[in-house]
């Protein structure tokens, strides 16, 4: 099994920024690709950010381009998003997936159901 594990939610005001970072453990896998979701209550769960894995690059939802940046800690082996300037809007539970299968193209995926495995989420609050 797979475990992914969010950290570095919390409350901050709007303009400010938080880091998160997702890290992996469990059995040896293939990681093709990560991404970012966030579910904000009363919505549908949403796109933020995905990267490839292997060359890097990235892709962002419109909300967040210019303000978020995806990359990959390979010290860690983790993915972190860097959220900056962040608005009230950005309130939500974020949650990093990875997907173990291999894709074609070179930009990850922004539909959920691409993803294989799911941490439990970290909190971001943006209070006005």
């Known amino acids: 099994q797979v475990q992914l594990v969010e950290s570095g939610g919390g409350l901050v005001q709007a303009g400010g920024s938080l880091r998160l970072s997702c890290a992996a453990s469990?059995?040896?896998?293939?990681?093709?690709?990560m991404g970012w979701f966030l579910h904000a209550p009363g919505k549908e769960r949403e796109f933020v950010a995905s990267i490839n894995w292997n060359i890097g690059s990235t892709y962002y939802a419109d909300s967040v381009k210019g303000r978020f940046t995806i990359g990959r800690d390979n010290a860690k082996s983790a993915v972190y998003l860097q959220m900056n300037s962040l608005k009230p809007e950005d309130t939500a539970v974020y949650y990093c997936?990875?997907?173990?299968?291999?894709?074609?193209?070179?930009?990850?995926?922004?539909?959920?159901?691409?993803?294989?495995?799911w941490g439990r989420g970290t909190q971001v609050t943006v209070s006005s």
């Open positions: 469990g059995r040896t896998f293939s990681r093709y690709a």
């Open positions: 997936a990875v997907r173990t299968r291999p894709f074609a193209g070179a930009v990850a995926s922004d539909t959920a159901r691409e993803y294989d495995y």
